[in-house]
């Protein structure tokens, strides 16, 4: 090979060389940093999902600060604003989703509760990036506890107990300590008695025999009565200020083949049903997320 072609050649492979590269950084996105802050649309999922298993492993709870995203790892902290209402909540990532539409994070109820987002459902939120979660299988810190804070004894305090009042002969009354000595005096039988002050003897004429006064009988007892309760189940698709937004939804529900009205409170909210069992109504939300639209179920 010539000193020529040997130049060609090296050219071609550095110019090859170089588009490679060039392709891998077009390719590959950036992985995501701490400070970084990102917007999109945020909904959120509540009781139905109390209890099932989220995608690194936990037992999802709406009570707790957690939130669902497709990409960021498990365990990242994200500080999650509502511009509209300029509150702020921390979450931690610890589920997948959401897959409708174009949402990029599904927050437990709790966390939207924090920042007004319950009522409409879902809207734009800023998230920015605290701190990024170390891998996919990422735990919460589990609660540690120390064989010498075990061993420790449990100090209970003992008090004396309460002293107990008996009752002095001077509280009671007179009769509750009566002496009677019955005796017959000149044809009229006499009753001999202590006196009201404790002190002298009486002699008291009987005329006839004490009446007794009989208990008195207890009270019938009325059993409660029994209120039947019916609780019935809607599925809500959206709640908005607008009443033309709430329409364009019913006419996407309507469009499925599916029935659906308008309730209209503080808010224009869209819902179907009512439904016996919560079974009937988780079965008509999943018609409506195969078809690409979110909903919640309620009990009434």
């Not at 999902?49 to 497709?70: K, V």
């Not at 120390?146 to 001077?170: C, G, H, M, N, Y």
């Not at 009677?180 to 009753?191: I, L």
């Amino acid at each position: 090979m010539t000193s020529e072609q040997l130049k060609t050649t090296t050219r071609l492979l550095a110019v090859a060389l170089f588009v490679f590269a060039s392709y891998g950084c077009a390719t590959t996105a950036p992985a995501p940093q701490a400070s970084q802050i990102l917007q999109g649309i945020a909904s959120w999922y509540g009781e139905e999902f109390s209890g099932r298993t989220t995608a690194n492993g936990e037992i999802f709870d709406p009570l707790q600060l957690t939130a669902a995203h497709r990409t960021l790892p498990f365990g990242t902290v994200l500080e999650v604003t509502n511009p509209k209402s300029s509150k702020m909540v921390r979450v931690r990532i610890n589920d997948r989703g959401p897959y409708v539409g174009n949402r990029v994070l599904d927050l437990s109820y709790a966390a939207a509760q924090q920042i007004g987002l319950i009522e409409p459902g879902s809207g734009m939120v800023e998230m920015k990036i605290i701190n990024i979660g170390k891998g996919e299988r990422e735990p919460p810190a589990p609660f540690e506890v120390t064989i010498d804070e075990l061993r420790k004894p449990i100090v209970v305090a003992v008090q004396d107990p309460p002293p107990v009042a008996f009752p002095l002969p001077s509280e009671t009354g007179a009769n509750d300590f009566r002496v009677d000595v019955v005796e017959e005096r000149r044809g009229v039988p006499t009753r001999r008695q202590v006196g009201a002050d404790g002190k002298t003897i009486e002699n008291v004429p009987m005329t006839s025999a004490p009446t007794q006064v009989p208990p008195p009988a207890p009270a019938a007892i009325t059993p409660p009565k029994r209120v039947a309760t019916s609780t019935k189940f809607v599925v809500q698709l959206g709640a908005f200020s607008q009443e033309t937004n709430a329409k364009a939804l019913l006419e996407r529900v309507t469009r499925i083949g599916q029935s659906a009205f308008v309730d209209h409170a503080t808010l224009y909210r869209v819902r179907m049903g009512p439904f016996d069992t919560r079974d009937q109504a988780v079965a008509a939300r999943t018609v409506l997320e195969a078809n690409g639209m979110s909903a919640i179920v309620l009990a009434e």
